[in-house]
């Protein structure tokens, strides 16, 4: 089955990590990304990982990959008040060229 | 590069009226999927299209239904509109190849009334 899977709200105060974390079905899955969308725009992606990485850095970013237990996990490091947005997780389906996303965390950042 | 250009941002229409949405994709992309966003539901993906062609199609009413063109230009119609059918409807572009990443445009916000 198709399914992707994380908890609606996040809230940390600025300076403090967070952790979004993210559950997906569907094995075959080539690659997951981590988009992020904020007030009146489009979705902007910011990170991705191919199926056999575990881990990923991009400056702030990390994402963690547990293909065994199918868990994706993004943390963002010296959590700023600009990064309050939905971040969603996604698993691209090679086999019917779609993208299936989650739907979404609302990350709020306390000054 | 120019990004992906969705027209019109905002429309509101009343129940049984037919919208068309417009999406011009990133110079270069030929995938171009739509996608529904509602605050109760998420991102529900409509279809993707490639060179003209449907690869795919989400579980919609036939009432939802898009069209490529060969500028790979992509619009989407919804015929006899229900309350149910507001929502952000989103377009993203792409080059159709094994790592899809997506580019997505603004949006068109439906209200339907």
């Known amino acids: 089955g198709e399914d992707v899977e994380q908890s609606l709200f996040l809230s940390v105060r600025e300076g403090d990590s967070s952790v979004i974390n993210c559950t997906y079905t569907d094995s075959s899955s080539t690659y997951l990304y981590w988009y992020k969308q904020e007030p009146g725009a489009g979705l902007q992606l910011l990170t991705y990982?191919?199926?056999?990485?575990d881990m990923k850095q991009d400056q702030r970013l990390t994402v963690l990959l547990n293909k065994k237990d199918k868990h994706l996990s993004l943390r963002i490091a010296d959590t700023q008040t600009g990064d309050s947005a939905i971040y969603f997780c996604a698993e691209l389906n090679t086999g019917g060229f779609k993208t299936i996303f989650g739907a979404g965390t609302r990350l709020f950042v306390k000054a | 590069k120019a990004g992906v250009t969705q027209t019109p941002r905002y429309l509101i229409k009343t129940r049984g009226q037919q919208v068309t949405l417009s999406c011009s994709p990133i110079s270069g992309h030929r995938s171009v999927s739509w996608y529904q966003q509602t605050p109760g539901q998420g991102l529900q993906f409509l279809f993707e299209?490639?060179?003209?062609?449907?690869?795919n199609k989400g579980n919609f009413p036939g009432r939802f239904s898009g069209r490529q063109f060969s500028n790979s230009r992509s619009e989407m119609n919804v015929s006899t509109l229900e309350l149910g059918d507001s929502a952000l409807y989103l377009c993203?572009?792409?080059?159709?190849?094994?790592?899809?990443?997506?580019?997505f445009g603004s949006g068109t916000q439906l209200s339907v009334l």
């Open positions: 993203a572009s792409g080059t159709g190849g094994n790592d899809e990443k997506l580019f």
């Open positions: 990982i191919f199926s056999n990485m």
């Open positions: 299209y490639f060179s003209e062609t449907q690869r």
